[in-house]
T-cell receptor, first 116, second 114 residues
Framework: EDKVVQSPLSLVVHEGDTVTLNCSYEVTNFRSLLWYKQEKKAPTFLFMLTSSGIEKKSGRLSSILDKKELFSILNITATQTGDSAVYLCAVEAGVNYGGSQGNLIFGKGTKLSVKP | KAGVTQTPRYLIKTRGQQVTLSCSPISGHRSVSWYQQTPGQGLQFLFEYFSETQRNKGNFPGRFSGRQFSNSRSEMNVSTLELGDSALYLC?????????????FGQGTRLTVV
């Protein structure tokens, strides 16, 4: 059965700290791995990773994928209170029809709380 | 450009009733997927529609169904509601032109079954 496991489930840090969130997966027909940030309702897209070893970066956030060891990490440096949210990792898996979204298998998320 | 729009935002229904939720994707996006989010199970995939055809389906009972119209708007229907159907229902749209295109989510519909 396809599964995505995130760790830790929750994390409390202080502003300025650096955090690393983990996501491991076991899926058939892996297509891509995506990270989302969910503050209230709509998850907002952060990164999509398809190739191993290539870091994606956006401001203080960065992420990398290891397709051999089947995991990804999301790093947040110099955390701010606005980073407090649930971070979701999702893996796109499915049959290999062209140009499709397939379906996203989500982990349970990591709840990050950043204290001032 | 406008994001993904879901209506209604909140719904309260009683057991046994049925409900229809609506999702308007980002203009130009042809793929719409539906997800159920609960505290215990997290986000779970319901189904995906592309060009009015259901292409993928998750492990939900037949009470959950959907459809997509020619303008890519999608509806999800849940019949014979159960208490356990109380959840946040999210839809996501993608252009699905390039493999692995990222999905953008709507604000969701919060369904409460009493």
């Amino acid at each position: 059965e396809d599964k995505v496991v995130q760790s830790p489930l929750s994390l409390v840090v202080h502003e300025g700290d650096t955090v690393t969130l983990n996501c491991s997966y076991e899926v058939t027909n892996f297509r891509s791995l995506l990270w989302y940030k969910q503050e209230k309702k709509a998850p907002t897209f952060l990164f999509m990773l398809t190739s191993s070893g290539i870091e994606k970066k956006s401001g203080r956030l960065s992420s990398i994928l290891d397709k051999k060891e089947l995991f990804s990490i999301l790093n947040i440096t110099a955390t701010q209170t606005g980073d407090s949210a649930v971070y979701l990792c999702a893996v796109e898996a499915g049959v290999n029809y062209g140009g499709s979204q397939g379906n996203l298998i989500f982990g349970k998320g990591t709840k990050l709380s950043v204290k001032p | 450009k406008a994001g993904v729009t879901q209506t209604p935002r909140y719904l309260i229904k009683t057991r046994g009733q049925q409900v229809t939720l609506s999702c308007s994707p980002i203009s130009g996006h042809r793929s719409v997927s539906w997800y159920q989010q609960t505290p215990g199970q997290g986000l779970q995939f319901l189904f995906e529609y592309f060009s009015e055809t259901q292409r993928n389906k998750g492990n939900f009972p037949g009470r959950f169904s959907g459809r997509q119209f020619s303008n890519s708007r999608s509806e999800m229907n849940v019949s014979t509601l159960e208490l356990g159907d109380s959840a946040l229902y999210l839809c996501a749209s993608s252009s699905a032109v390039i493999r692995g295109t990222e999905a953008f989510f709507g604000q969701g519909t919060r369904l409460t079954v009493v």
